[in-house]
């Protein structure tokens, strides 16, 4: 399975017993890692023992470490190397108050030539792959169409698209049918141009999405769980509750999970009982994208699952 996002990051999480705003801070302590919304799936993804591999744009310094990283944790990867450095973003946790703040840095432009380069890697590394997973927004200069032109890829080769992104270049994917969407409730809203207050607003967004072209539409909704319909039948996911430590990255750590059961012959909705014990292990860790097998186990089968 193939884990694509154009807009990586290095991620610098930075700890502190008590974050005083406009005063001088020193961090309790410090770690860094690759992230970004791919990079967090395709680790979680490996963690729960699949073999999958990651794809998209590294550049720069940033971009090395990324590389050395993933090839450390034995994690396959085959990026494009473009001009601009991969970006480096910071999450600052407060302990004394459970919060986690993300200061995002935005990605670099990546030229037209680049682009076309990671599609031609995009086509070479679906030859024998079963399921891509496309995740967050797009580099500055890429286009739209981006998402749209990698489904269009996999349906040529008999390959699984699943599309986490929101907007236009959701929007734009959704004729050439991908197998399942991943929005959230905002996300949504903003792709079918529905406004969303409540389970009838929800249905009729859901079903916007479906007469574009979506299979399977899963619409997450943080620790209230998600929603999946393909339509007609709609099922409510519902999580355990936990305390978090810190939950970035469980939207990543769910699609990874969705992606895995669903590569192991699920059905959606029972794909989500995989894909939802992941999203919740992601929140008992400190970094984002991370999961322990055990808890993932563990919490599984207290995931609950109800026609609705």
């Given at each position: 399975m193939i884990f694509l996002g154009t807009t990586p990051s290095v991620q610098r999480t930075m700890i502190f017993d008590h974050l005083h705003i406009d005063d001088v801070n020193r961090a309790q302590s410090v770690a860094q890692h690759?992230?970004?919304?791919?990079?967090?799936?395709?680790?979680?993804?490996?963690?729960?023992?699949a073999n999958p591999i990651a794809t998209g744009f590294l550049g720069g310094d940033t971009g090395q470490f990324?590389?050395?990283?993933?090839?450390?944790?034995?994690?396959?990867?085959?990026?494009?190397?473009?001009?601009?450095?991969?970006?480096l973003c910071v999450t600052v946790l407060d302990q004394s108050t459970h919060t986690a703040?993300?200061?995002?840095?935005?990605?670099?432009?990546?030229?037209?030539e680049e682009t076309a380069a990671?599609?031609?890697?995009?086509?070479?590394?679906?030859?024998?792959?079963?399921?891509?997973?496309?995740?967050?927004?797009?580099?500055?200069?890429?286009?739209d169409s981006f998402y749209a032109q990698c489904c269009a890829m996999a349906n040529q080769a008999w390959a699984n698209a699943i599309v986490d992104a929101r907007g236009e270049s959701l929007l734009q994917s959704l004729p050439n049918r991908p197998v399942v969407i991943k929005p959230n409730v905002s996300e949504l809203s903003a792709t079918v141009k529905i406004p969303i207050d409540g389970d009838a607003d929800?249905?009729?967004?859901?079903?916007?999405?479906?007469?574009?072209?979506?299979?399977?539409?899963?619409?997450?909704?943080?620790?209230?769980?998600?929603?999946v319909s393909d339509g007609h039948d709609f099922w409510r996911i519902t999580p355990p509750?936990?305390?978090?430590?810190?939950?970035?990255?469980?939207?990543?750590?769910?699609?990874a999970g969705l992606t895995v059961a669903l590569s192991r012959g699920a059905d959606v909705?029972?794909?989500?009982?995989?894909?939802?014990?992941?999203?919740?292990?992601?929140?008992?860790?400190?970094?984002?994208?991370?999961?322990?097998?055990?808890?993932?186990?563990?919490?599984e089968p207290q995931v609950m699952i109800e026609r609705v």
């Amino acid at each position: 399975m193939i884990f694509l996002g154009t807009t990586p990051s290095v991620q610098r999480t930075m700890i502190f017993d008590h974050l005083h705003i406009d005063d001088v801070n020193r961090a309790q302590s410090v770690a860094q890692h690759a992230a970004g919304k791919s990079v967090n799936a395709v680790r979680v993804a490996k963690a729960i023992g699949a073999n999958p591999i990651a794809t998209g744009f590294l550049g720069g310094d940033t971009g090395q470490f990324m590389r050395k990283y993933l090839d450390e944790k034995g994690i396959r990867h085959d990026f494009v190397e473009i001009a601009s450095p991969t970006r480096l973003c910071v999450t600052v946790l407060d302990q004394s108050t459970h919060t986690a703040t993300e200061l995002i840095e935005e990605h670099g432009p990546a030229t037209a030539e680049e682009t076309a380069a990671l599609l031609q890697k995009v086509k070479s590394l679906l030859a024998g792959k079963k399921w891509i997973t496309m995740s967050g927004s797009l580099a500055c200069g890429v286009p739209d169409s981006f998402y749209a032109q990698c489904c269009a890829m996999a349906n040529q080769a008999w390959a699984n698209a699943i599309v986490d992104a929101r907007g236009e270049s959701l929007l734009q994917s959704l004729p050439n049918r991908p197998v399942v969407i991943k929005p959230n409730v905002s996300e949504l809203s903003a792709t079918v141009k529905i406004p969303i207050d409540g389970d009838a607003d929800l249905k009729r967004a859901i079903a916007a999405a479906v007469y574009l072209g979506a299979q399977w539409i899963v619409v997450t909704m943080g620790k209230a769980g998600a929603v999946v319909s393909d339509g007609h039948d709609f099922w409510r996911i519902t999580p355990p509750a936990i305390t978090p430590v810190n939950a970035i990255g469980s939207g990543d750590a769910f699609a990874a999970g969705l992606t895995v059961a669903l590569s192991r012959g699920a059905d959606v909705p029972q794909a989500c009982r995989l894909a939802t014990a992941c999203g919740v292990a992601n929140a008992l860790t400190i970094l984002s994208g991370q999961v322990e097998l055990a808890d993932v186990k563990r919490i599984e089968p207290q995931v609950m699952i109800e026609r609705v």
